[in-house]
C-alpha cells in the first residue's frame, strides 16, 4: 500500500473516530441530563478522540519512513553475493544504484546481471512487506489511540482544554521549524564541509590563490593539484559586489533623500512603487538582461575606446545587480532618514541653514549608523545573489581587480560544481559546501552587524 | 564687524543656494535615472520577447500520395505512425522549386520547414484520412531560422557567412512571399508545448505547469505553518530564551541567501530522505522553508494589528484563548496575512537558483502529471534558454520573461488591493 493511500485511510478513521467520539459524548451527556452538564462541547470530544488517533499514527508512519531506505538496504547488501559487498565504495554505490534502478523498474532486466536481478526482486518483496507493515502498525497505533480515547471520554474530562493544549503544541511546533531549519542549514552544510577539509586542508581552502576544480579528474591527483584556493572567487564576488554598490549606493540613497526630503507627496505616491517594481523583478530576468544586453553593450562601448573587454566582465554583472538592489537601498535608507526626528531637522533651518545643509551637515550624520546597516545588508544581497553572476558572470577563477576582465563568484561556483550529474562524496561536490558554508557565515555576520548597529541607533531617538 | 559678516554671508549666499539647486537636482538624476534602468529593461524584453507570439507558416502544395507515404491505399493508425511524411513535404518543396540542385542546396531548401512539420501533417492524416492519395494546399510552420527572416529580423546587409539564413533561402522564401504563400499567425504552440530543441516548436506548458505544482506544494506548506507560527509568536509565545532564538532565527532566515536553502533541499530532503530529483514537491518544499520567514514576519504584523478591544471583547463572553484567536482575531487580520503571503509565494514564483541545486534544470519536454514527476519551472525554463546557443530562443526567452511578469503582476496587484481594502477597514 502506498504510503498516500495510507495517509488517505488514516483521514478517513480520524473522521469515523471524531464522530463516534462526538456520538458517545451526547450519550453520556444525555445520560446525566442534557449536554450542558458535559465540560465541552460535544464535537471538542470528537476532535480529542479523533487527535489521539491521528497523533500515535503519524509517530509511527514517520519513523518507519526514516528507517525504510536504510534497513532495505541493509537487508539486500546481506543478500548480495561477497564480490559485490567487498566493492571499494563508489562502485559498490552504483551497482546498488542499478538494483534500486530495476526494483522501481526504471531499469531493464537485461542490463544488469543476474545477483543485481535477484537482489532487486529481493528488495521489490522486502519493499512490499515493509510497506504491509507499515500501514499495518499505523493503523494498530490509530486503533489504540482512538480506543483508548473513546473509553476516557467522561463528562468530567476537559477535552476542550485537552484538545487546545494540542492544539498549542503544534503551533510551537510550527515556529520551531524556523530553528530547525537554521540547524539544517548549519548541520547539513557543515558535516559536508568537514568531509572537503579532510580531504582538502582547511589553509589552502582559504588562503589558496588557484581554484580550478575541473582539472581534478581522478580523485587522487585533487589534493595533490591543489586548485581549491578560495581567494580569487572571494576577490570575484567582492568586485562585483563592488561595483553592483557604486552603482545602487548613491543612486538608492539619492533618490530615498530627494523622494523623502523634497518630493511632494504626490511625486512620492507615484514614484517609489514604479521604483520598487526593480525590486520584484526576478533575479534571472535580470540575468538574462545582463548577459544579453548589457555585456555586449559595454563589449562594444570599450571597444570602441580601444578597451578590451571580456564579454562576461564584472562591470556587466555588477551594474545589473547594482540596479537590481536600488530599491532596497532606497527603502532602507528611507525608513532611516524618516526616523530622524524633526526637531533636528527644524533646528538646523532655524538656524538658517539651507535644505542641503541640513541634509549633509545634520540628518546623514544622525542617519549615519542605520544607513551603514542598510548597506551592509545590501552587500550581504550582492554576495547571495545567484542567478546575475550565473548569468552573467565568468566561470574561471581569476585573481583580478579589473573590472573588465571576467571574474568568477562563490554562488557561481556552487551552482556549476552542483548542477548537472554527480557524485555525491568527490570533492567536487564537498567544495560547493564548503563555498555554502562559507556564504552562510558570511551573510549571516553582515547580518547580525547590520541589525546591531541599526538598533543601537533606533535606540537613540526612542 | 557686524558689517563684514553679513557682506560675507551675502557673498556666500549665491554660492549656497547654487549647491542646494545643484543638490536637488542630483536627488531628481538619482531617481530620474532609476526610471530610465526600469524603462530599458522593460523595453528591451518586450521589444525582445513581442515577436515570439506570432509565428510564421508557410502554404506548400503537398501530395499525399500513398506510395510516397509508404502505406497502403486504407492506411491503419500504426502504418501512419511509421508512414514517410517527411520524404513527403521534401518532395513537395523539391517541386516547387525545381531548379534546386546539388546536396547542399536541398538541405537548404528543406530547412525551411519546421522539423516538426511532417507530425502535423501525420496529425491532420489521422484526423482525416481521406486525404490519402490527393494533393491538398497545406500550411506548415517554418523553421524558426526562416521565421526571423520573414519577421524582418535578419540584416541582409551582413556579409553571407555571418547570418544563418543563407542568400538562396532568402530568395525562396521572397519569391514565396511574393505568391502569398507565408503568413503569421499567433503562435499557439509557445503556450500548448513543452521544451524542444527546435525554437519553433518549443513552449512554456510544462513549464507553466511544473511551476504549478511547485507554487502549489510551497503554499500548502508554508500558509498554514507560517501562519500558525506567527500565531503562536505573537499570542501564545512566553517571553524566554527560546522565543527569542525563535525570533531571531527567523530574522536571520529571511536573509540567508536562497541559494543555501538549495543547499539545505539537496543535502536533506534528496541525499537523506531520498526524495525524487526533479521534482515539484522538492521544490516546494525548499521555496516553503525559503518564503516561511516572509510569512510569518508579515503574518505578525498583521496580527500584531488587530485592535486588542476584539481580543478584550471575546474575552470577556467566555472565549478560550485559542477560541479567540481563531474566530475573532484571524478573520481580522486575514486580508494582511493573504497580503504577505500573495508577497511570498511572488518570490517563490521567481525565484529560481535553489531549484538548480535540486536538479529542477532537466529538459523537460512532457507535461507533467503530478508532484513527483521530473519538471521545471518558468524562471528555470528562462535560464535554460539564456542558455541556447540558437538565436530564436532569445525571443523566446523573452516572451517566457514576459509570461512570469504578467503573473508577478498580477499578484503583486492582488496584494495591494488587499492592503487597500484592508487599510480602509
Not at chain 1, 456520538?23 to 446525566?32: A, N, Y
Not at chain 1, 552544510?189 to 586542508?201: H, M, N, T
Not at chain 2, 549647491?19 to 523595453?43: K, P
Request: with cysteine.
Amino acid at each position: 500500500m502506498q504510503t498516500s493511500t495510507v495517509i488517505l485511510f488514516l483521514l478517513a478513521m480520524c473522521v469515523v473516530v471524531y464522530n463516534l467520539g462526538r456520538k458517545r459524548s451526547q450519550v453520556l451527556g444525555q445520560r446525566i441530563g442534557g449536554y450542558s452538564l458535559l465540560h465541552s462541547l460535544p464535537r471538542h470530544y470528537g476532535y480529542m478522540a479523533a487527535a489521539w488517533a491521528a497523533i500515535p499514527a503519524i509517530v509511527v508512519l514517520i519513523l518507519a519512513m526514516s528507517f525504510e531506505e536504510r534497513w532495505l538496504a541493509g537487508m539486500v547488501a546481506e543478500q548480495l553475493p561477497p564480490e559485490a559487498r567487498e566493492l571499494p565504495a563508489d562502485k559498490f554505490g552504483l551497482y546498488y544504484n542499478q538494483v534500486l534502478g530495476y526494483a522501481q523498474g526504471m531499469v531493464g532486466a537485461e542490463q544488469l546481471d543476474a545477483t543485481q536481478v535477484a537482489a532487486g526482486d529481493y528488495y521489490r518483496r522486502l519493499a512490499d512487506r515493509f510497506a504491509s507493515a507499515k500501514a499495518a502498525l499505523a493503523f494498530l497505533a490509530a486503533l489504540v489511540g482512538a480506543i483508548f480515547a473513546i473509553r476516557h471520554i467522561s463528562p468530567a474530562v476537559r477535552a476542550r482544554n485537552h484538545v487546545e493544549g494540542i492544539i498549542r503544541w503544534v503551533l510551537f511546533g510550527c515556529s520551531f521549524l524556523a530553528v530547525l531549519t537554521t540547524l539544517g542549514i548549519v548541520l547539513s552544510v557543515l558535516f559536508e564541509a568537514i568531509q572537503f577539509f579532510k580531504i582538502i586542508p582547511l589553509s589552502e581552502f582559504l588562503f589558496g590563490l588557484e581554484w580550478s576544480p575541473q582539472m581534478a579528474i581522478r580523485a587522487d591527483q585533487v589534493a595533490a593539484s591543489g586548485s581549491f584556493g578560495f581567494i580569487p572567487l572571494l576577490v570575484g564576488t567582492l568586485l562585483i559586489s563592488a561595483v553592483a554598490m557604486l552603482i545602487s549606493v548613491p543612486i538608492g540613497l539619492m533618490s530615498a533623500i530627494y523622494l523623502s526630503e523634497y518630493a511632494t507627496n504626490r511625486f512620492r505616491a507615484v514614484t517609489k512603487p514604479v521604483l520598487e517594481i526593480l525590486a520584484g523583478v526576478p533575479t534571472v530576468v535580470y540575468g538574462f538582461f545582463a548577459a544579453l544586453t548589457v555585456a555586449p553593450f559595454i563589449r562594444e562601448l570599450g571597444e570602441s575606446i580601444g578597451l578590451s573587454v571580456a564579454s562576461e566582465s564584472a562591470l556587466a554583472a555588477g551594474i545589473v545587480m547594482g540596479i537590481m538592489i536600488i530599491p532596497f537601498v532606497m527603502s532602507l535608507s528611507d525608513d532611516i532618514i524618516n526616523a530622524v526626528p524633526d526637531s533636528l531637522r527644524e533646528a538646523s533651518l532655524g538656524m538658517g541653514a539651507t535644505m542641503n545643509e541640513t541634509i549633509r551637515k545634520v540628518l546623514l550624520p544622525a542617519a549615519l549608523p542605520g544607513i551603514v546597516g542598510g548597506i551592509l545588508l545590501a552587500v550581504s544581497r550582492a554576495i547571495g545573489e545567484t542567478m546575475i553572476v550565473v548569468m552573467a558572470a565568468g566561470l574561471s577563477a581569476k585573481l583580478t581587480a579589473n573590472p573588465l576582465e571576467a571574474v568568477t563568484t562563490i554562488t557561481v561556483q556552487i551552482v556549476t560544481l552542483l548542477v548537472g550529474d554527480q557524485e555525491f562524496d568527490s570533492p567536487k561536490t564537498l567544495a560547493a559546501f564548503a563555498l555554502g558554508l562559507v556564504l552562510f557565515f558570511v551573510t549571516l555576520l553582515l547580518n547580525v552587524i547590520a541589525l546591531y548597529v541599526v538598533r543601537r541607533y533606533r535606540e537613540q531617538y526612542d | 564687524m557686524s558689517y563684514n559678516s553679513t557682506t560675507a554671508i551675502q557673498a556666500s549666499l549665491k554660492k549656497r543656494y547654487a549647491r542646494e539647486r545643484r543638490f536637488q537636482w542630483y536627488g531628481r538624476l538619482a531617481v530620474l535615472t532609476g526610471f530610465v534602468f526600469l524603462f530599458i529593461l522593460l523595453a528591451d524584453i518586450v521589444s525582445k520577447g513581442t515577436p515570439a507570439f506570432t509565428q510564421h507558416f508557410i502554404r506548400i502544395a503537398v501530395n499525399f500520395d500513398a506510395d510516397k507515404l509508404e502505406v497502403s491505399a486504407n492506411p491503419t493508425e500504426e502504418e501512419l505512425y511509421a508512414a514517410n511524411f517527411n520524404g513527403v513535404i521534401k518532395q513537395s518543396l523539391r517541386e516547387m522549386f525545381p531548379d534546386v540542385s546539388g546536396r547542399k542546396d536541398k538541405r537548404a531548401l528543406y530547412k525551411l520547414i519546421s522539423i516538426g512539420a511532417e507530425y502535423d501533417l501525420r496529425d491532420s492524416v489521422l484526423e482525416n484520412p481521406g486525404l490519402i492519395g490527393t494533393k491538398q494546399e497545406v500550411w506548415l510552420r517554418a523553421h524558426s531560422e526562416a521565421g526571423s527572416y520573414l519577421k524582418g529580423q535578419v540584416d541582409t546587409q551582413l556579409d553571407e557567412a555571418d547570418r544563418r539564413v543563407k542568400d538562396n533561402q532568402i530568395q525562396w522564401l521572397d519569391s514565396l512571399r511574393a505568391e502569398g504563400r507565408t503568413e503569421s499567425r499567433f503562435n499557439v504552440i509557445f503556450f500548448t508545448a513543452g521544451d524542444s530543441r527546435e525554437p519553433e516548436l518549443a513552449g512554456i506548458k510544462a513549464a507553466l505547469l511544473g511551476s504549478a505544482y511547485t507554487l502549489l506544494v510551497t503554499f500548502f506548506l508554508a500558509f498554514p505553518v507560517g501562519v500558525l507560527a506567527a500565531i503562536y509568536l505573537e499570542e501564545f509565545a512566553p517571553r524566554n530564551r527560546l522565543t527569542d532564538l525563535i525570533e531571531i532565527n527567523i530574522n536571520n532566515l529571511a536573509a540567508v541567501p536562497s541559494i543555501v536553502f538549495g543547499l539545505l533541499g539537496l543535502a536533506v530532503f534528496i541525499n537523506f530522505f531520498e526524495l525524487p530529483r526533479s521534482a515539484p514537491l522538492v521544490g516546494g518544499m525548499v521555496l516553503s522553508l525559503m518564503t516561511l520567514p516572509t510569512i510569518i514576519i508579515t503574518s505578525r504584523a498583521a496580527i500584531q494589528a488587530v485592535p486588542p478591544s476584539i481580543r478584550q471583547a471575546a474575552l470577556g463572553v467566555g472565549a478560550s484563548p485559542l477560541q479567540t484567536v481563531f474566530h475573532h482575531v484571524i478573520p481580522v487580520a486575514m486580508p494582511g496575512i493573504l497580503t504577505g503571503s500573495i508577497i511570498g509565494m511572488a518570490q517563490a514564483l521567481g525565484e529560481s537558483a535553489p531549484l538548480l541545486m535540486i536538479g529542477m534544470v532537466a529538459f523537460i519536454m512532457d507535461v507533467p502529471g503530478g508532484v513527483t514527476d521530473p519538471s521545471t519551472v518558468l524562471p528555470v525554463q528562462i535560464f535554460l534558454w539564456a542558455d541556447s546557443p540558437e538565436r530564436g530562443f532569445t525571443e523566446k526567452t523573452s516572451a517566457a520573461i514576459m509570461v512570469l511578469m504578467t503573473f508577478l503582476i498580477f499578484m503583486n496587484a492582488l496584494a495591494i488591493y488587499l492592503r487597500r481594502r484592508f487599510e480602509m477597514k
